[in-house]
């Protein structure tokens, strides 16, 4: 079953862009995973879901600021302009074949 | 616009049955799975479980023999219960929808508001 690796913070500053990284575990680089926005003390929200090829498509309302890329068997979340709503814990998901699966999550700080 | 509302009892002593459910509201109920997943004070996300409308369900493994996912489809409304609770259990649960499309089913896409329970004597 896939497991997904998250670097534990990231920070940036306001206006800034930051690029955060989910890894796939070995022999599962071709996954599809999810990005997840959870705001202190909010329910997760779904950002995107995104493909091998670096292919998203984003939920309903996601800022333009939000973008997907991938290489090999990770997977990038860029937030672009950052702004004070931005700061928050970002999770990525995939699934298996009975097994849905979350990265253990990156907490982002705008300075 | 898909809303997921739950609802259950927030405090619970350690060996009674957790038990909390989800309705959902605008879209189509059937065609897509139902899953509950929970959060830990100051931790990530765990997958629980989840059902599609006929009733087929999954469990993760490590909560299997203590979880029982159910579903009333007249109702458009699913239902976790997690018996012999203890402190480990308490957590933010939230349900959630599986987006499936042409019956490939991907990630979570909607969320409802988050239960916390507390398990404590």
């Known amino acids: 079953q896939p497991v997904l690796t998250q670097s534990s913070s990231a920070s940036g500053s306001l206006g800034s862009s930051v690029k955060l990284t989910c890894t796939l575990s070995s022999g599962h680089s071709s996954y599809i995973i999810a990005w997840h926005q959870q705001q202190p003390g909010k329910a997760p929200r779904c950002l995107m879901k995104?493909?091998?090829?670096?292919?998203?498509n984003k939920g309903s309302g996601v800022p333009d600021r939000f973008s997907g890329s991938s290489s090999g068997a990770d997977r990038y979340l860029t937030i672009s302009n950052l702004q004070s709503e931005d700061e928050a814990d970002y999770y990525c998901e995939t699934w298996g074949s009975n097994t849905r699966v979350f990265g253990g999550g990156t907490k982002l700080t705008v300075l | 616009q898909v809303q997921l509302q739950q609802w259950g009892a927030g405090l619970l002593k350690p060996s009674e049955t957790l038990a909390l459910t989800c309705a959902v509201y605008g879209g189509s109920f059937s065609g897509y799975y139902w899953s509950w997943i929970r959060q830990p004070p100051g931790k990530g996300l765990e997958w629980i479980g989840e059902i599609n409308h006929s009733g087929y369900s999954n469990y993760n493994t490590s909560l299997k023999s203590r979880v029982t996912i159910s579903v009333d489809s007249s109702k458009n409304q699913f239902s976790l219960k997690l018996s012999s609770a203890t402190a480990a259990d308490t957590a933010v649960y939230y349900c959630a929808r599986r987006d499936c499309i042409g019956g490939i089913c991907y990630h979570h896409d909607y969320w409802g508001q988050g239960t916390l329970v507390t398990v404590s004597s």
């Open positions: 995104l493909e091998s090829s670096g292919s998203y």
